[in-house]
């Protein structure tokens, strides 16, 4: 019975998400759709939405597609926009705008210990330099995207988490890891310490270290929170972060 009460914050998984583990088999069955939304702020600041779908329900084997949109925003240095940087000078930073979207399809296979999934599809994203010597808006490039989602309960009171996303518009990478232990005075949630690394085309490398707590409910919208310290090699100093993740399942 621990399992298949667990299950839920397993078969929901959507990008660092879960479901609430009140549901019953019958619910997961008949969940078709999950919502979500997530917030990443920090000195680089990352907010995004979307959607999983499985025709066939969110606690089966079987085809899963999942649909996101994101805006981003990143302090840097400035290196090709001002002339200073051409004589050895720290040149001036500058802000980076970006808008990512994805449409992946693929396929995720629940056991009692957990569920995995591969998804592959196309990816688009725009980005802006606000910069003195941005001239004109560049165009937008499309892609290939490739994700790869692991929960697991290696025991009956812990949960590990991998998320893993690359792709080529951006020819960007992002990955990250969790463990936790279930906590029942926080209504079951999980919490334990997480990382994360990503990295792009233009250089940017961010690492992050943290503490999260997942998976606790206010009626039916259920939430993950984490924070922690993040260092970002162009700003070339540490930081603090802090992500706020919800989601409803339909």
Do not use: N
């Not at 990382?195 to 940017?204: C, K, Q």
């Not at 998976?215 to 939430?223: G, K, Q």
């Not at 929170?225 to 972060?241: F, L, N």
């Amino acid at each position: 019975m621990p399992l298949l009460r667990a299950r839920p914050a397993l078969l929901y998984a959507a990008v660092s998400l879960a479901c609430p583990e009140g549901a019953l088999a019958d619910e997961r069955e008949e969940v078709r759709t999950v919502l979500f939304g997530s917030l990443d702020a920090g000195r680089s600041t990352f907010v995004s939405a979307g959607a999983k779908v499985a025709p066939g329900g969110i606690g089966r084997d079987g085809f899963v597609t999942l649909a996101t949109l994101g805006y981003g925003l990143r302090p840097e240095r400035d290196w090709w926009g001002d002339p200073r940087g051409k004589a050895g000078l720290t040149p001036p930073r500058t802000l980076r705008h970006t808008v990512q979207a994805g449409a992946v399809a693929g396929w995720q296979w629940v056991r009692d210990w957990g569920v995995a999934a591969l998804f592959a599809g196309p990816e688009i994203a725009f980005e802006v330099l606000d910069s003195p010597g941005t001239r004109k808006l560049p165009t937008p490039r499309i892609g290939a995207r490739v994700q790869g989602e692991l929960w697991a309960r290696p025991t009956e009171t812990t949960l590990l988490t991998t998320t893993l996303i690359a792709g080529t518009a951006r020819w960007s990478a992002w990955g990250r890891v969790s463990w936790g232990i279930r906590v029942p005075e926080w209504s079951a949630a999980y919490l334990g310490p997480e990382a994360a690394l990503y990295a792009d085309r233009t250089g940017y490398r961010k690492w992050s270290l943290g503490l999260h707590a997942t998976d606790f409910a206010i009626a039916r919208l259920s939430f993950r929170v984490s924070a922690g310290w993040v260092y970002e090699e162009q700003i070339r100093r540490p930081g603090a972060y802090g992500t706020l993740t919800a989601w409803l399942p339909l």
